[in-house]
């Protein structure tokens, strides 16, 4: 599902001609199997949130080649890259990302109004996944009338509602207490079972990193185990 080679960034601080090099990853060659749960752990400041945005193409490396699904991502131009995403990638924010102003039903259903849907499939997509993430009695609250939880699962649904092969969740637990987050650890679990999504997910809680089949460790923009060179 996701190929890695060499892959290597830095960023620039400072004014033109006082620019600082500042190495974010270096040499990373990883891979993600279809079906899998890959966990990917670190300390902050280690890199893994750079590698999660560098998958999705929110950045371009300086150097090296990612694969997603069988196509060269970092050769596609910047909105082919984003239509891309929108037909592939799901994602799971710490922060949920929820729009304020649009209830828990019109947050699920967005990005198929984005990809030009019909009313009658939105309608069967939406419910059907209000079901599973269990707020079908919520469908119609706003992000603030809802707990932690509950946007959380409003946002897991978002990120299904597209059918994508592989989501990429960044800390999806972060802001949640403990028995929240085992519950939306389960319903994750639930949906790679299920449905055999791919879940890259980045987190620096150990308790998360256990639900995946695997774990790569990155430190100081180094991998330093568990990634598959390829």
Do not use: C
């Not at 998958?55 to 909105?79: N, Y």
């Not at 269990?134 to 469908?139: A, I, M, W």
């Not at 679990?189 to 999504?197: F, K, P, S, T, V």
């Amino acid at each position: 599902m996701i190929k890695i080679n060499k892959l290597s960034h830095h960023f620039e601080l400072g004014k033109k001609g006082q620019k600082t090099i500042v190495p974010v990853l270096k040499d990373i060659s990883m891979q993600v199997n279809k079906g899998e749960i890959v966990s990917v752990v670190g300390k902050s400041g280690s890199g893994k949130s750079t590698l999660l945005n560098l998958i999705s193409g929110f950045i371009r490396p300086i150097e090296g080649e990612i694969w997603i699904d069988s196509v060269r991502v970092t050769e596609l131009s910047e909105a082919r890259f984003a239509d891309f995403r929108l037909h592939h990638i799901g994602f799971i924010f710490q922060s949920f990302q929820l729009i304020p102003s649009m209830t828990a039903y019109q947050n699920i259903e967005l990005p198929l109004i984005l990809k030009g849907e019909s009313e009658t499939k939105r309608k069967q997509q939406v419910e059907r996944l209000l079901e599973k993430v269990g707020l079908v009695d919520f469908k119609d609250h706003y992000p603030s009338e809802l707990s932690g939880g509950q946007q959380q699962r409003v946002s897991i649904a978002r990120a299904l509602v597209l059918e994508p092969a592989l989501i990429l969740a960044d800390e999806p637990t972060g802001s949640l207490d403990s028995e929240t987050e085992a519950e939306i650890l389960d319903i994750i679990r639930g949906l790679n079972q299920e449905l055999g999504i791919t879940f890259l997910i980045i987190t620096h809680d150990e308790e998360v990193a256990r639900i995946g089949d695997r774990t790569i460790t990155i430190k100081d923009g180094s991998l330093v185990e568990g990634g598959i060179v390829v």
